[in-house]
């Protein structure tokens, strides 16, 4: 089955304590992206890659790091949480990134107290 | 800057009625656009896309959009809503040469009984 998955689905950290959570797809796709969804906000992208060790910020990226060593995974980075973080990310998935549909994960929601 | 106005937060309707969810976008040459929706505690999934060939655009479960360049509109609608209908829905938009997709906010759509 093609999808889209992240891990993991719920998690709560403490301030200052770094985390990943991973993203991977079945697809073979290009271009994967990661965004949070806040309320009254929609989804707004943090960073995106192209293909394999191509990445750049999308319009968000300030305290995340991601990385593309290989095509199937996009881990987001957050070094050091802090409780404006504190929000449901999703991971997505294209062909390319022109005029095709995105495939999202389920979603991951974060809590940083 | 590119944008996606979303002109309802919130829409309720009783069930057997008419749903129509209204979306805006700021202008540009052959645009991409897609509805999502998304039901709680799950990803978004996509209802439908428009990407330059017929303006009326039918989706799965008797969802539809139309294309009207003149008035920058892609409002959704459906004939008759189901209580399965009940989530929030994003209208996103495909710029050329923005290498991330336009979601706007979200309507949360209610279906009373």
């Known amino acids: 089955e093609a999808q889209v998955t992240q891990n993991p689905r719920y998690l709560i950290t403490v301030t200052g304590k770094k985390l990943t959570v991973t993203c991977s797809q079945n697809m073979n796709h290009e271009y994967m992206s990661w965004y949070r969804q806040d309320p009254g906000l929609g989804l707004r992208q943090i960073y995106y890659s192209m293909n394999v060790e191509v990445t750049d910020k999308g319009d968000v990226p300030e305290g995340y790091k991601v990385s593309r060593k290989e095509k199937r995974n996009f881990p987001l980075i957050l070094e050091s949480p802090s409780p404006n973080q504190t929000s449901l990310y999703f991971c997505a998935s294209s062909p390319t990134v022109m005029n095709t549909e995105a495939f999202f994960g389920q979603g991951t929601r974060l809590t940083v107290v | 800057a590119q944008s996606v106005t979303q002109l309802d937060s919130h829409v309720s309707v009783s069930e057997g009625t008419p749903v129509l969810l209204r979306c805006n976008y700021s202008?540009?040459?052959?645009?991409?656009l897609f509805w999502y929706v998304q039901h709680p505690n799950k990803g978004l999934q996509l209802l439908l896309k428009?990407?330059?060939?017929?303006?009326l655009v039918k989706g799965i479960n008797g969802f539809e959009a139309e294309f009207k360049k003149s008035e920058t509109s892609f409002h959704l609608t459906k004939p008759s809503a189901h209580m399965s209908d009940a989530a929030e829905y994003f209208c996103v938009v495909s710029y050329t040469g923005r290498r991330a997709l336009t979601f706007g906010s979200g309507t949360r759509l209610q279906v009373q009984p």
């Open positions: 202008s540009s040459y052959s645009p991409s």
């Open positions: 428009y990407t330059s060939a017929a303006t």
